[in-house]
């Protein structure tokens, strides 16, 4: 896994939602109780660019048709039947980091699951 300093954002603790780049990958980045949390820029229900939601009860909300997801688990709520990827996060001081697998590790944890 490769870890990639978000540039930009300072973890102050504040809440946010916003589209950052980890390496070559869009993430939807969220600071929501004190906490970091990344994921897959993009709904699996219609695509909607999560950058643009909000955060609800512990929910990331798609701003296009407000299907919401869990800010740990990136499972949708109930009845949805989807999930958006997560990333891991760490925090050094201020700076926020997120990991992002290569194709060829995440096929090698496919075959190890």
Same mark, same amino acid.
């Given at each position: 896994?490769?870890?990639?300093?978000?540039?930009? *954002? &300072? @973890?102050?603790? &504040?809440?946010?939602?916003?589209?950052?780049? #980890?390496?070559?990958?869009?993430?939807?980045? /969220? =600071?929501?109780? =004190?906490?970091?949390? #990344?994921?897959?820029?993009?709904?699996? @229900?219609?695509?909607g660019?999560?950058?643009?939601?909000?955060?609800?009860?512990?929910?990331? /909300?798609?701003? *296009? @048709?407000?299907?919401?997801? !869990?800010?740990?688990?990136?499972?949708?709520?109930? =009845?949805?039947? !989807?999930?958006?990827?997560?990333?891991?996060?760490?925090?050094?001081?201020? !700076?926020? %980091?997120?990991?992002? %697998?290569?194709?060829f590790?995440?096929?090698?944890?496919?075959?190890?699951?």
């Open positions: 896994m490769n870890w990639h300093k978000i540039a930009g *954002i &300072e @973890h102050t603790g &504040e809440p946010f939602v916003k589209q950052v780049k #980890a390496g070559n990958k869009n993430i939807c980045l /969220v =600071g929501y109780e =004190g906490k970091v949390f #990344a994921f897959g820029l993009y709904c699996p @229900h219609a695509g660019n999560l950058g643009y939601g909000w955060c609800n009860n512990g929910k990331l /909300v798609c701003p *296009i @048709h407000r299907y919401s997801y !869990d800010l740990q688990t990136g499972k949708g709520s109930e =009845g949805q039947n !989807d999930y958006i990827d997560t990333f891991p996060v760490k925090i050094e001081g201020r !700076d926020i %980091y997120v990991g992002v %697998y290569s194709f590790e995440r096929i090698k944890q496919g075959f190890n699951t």
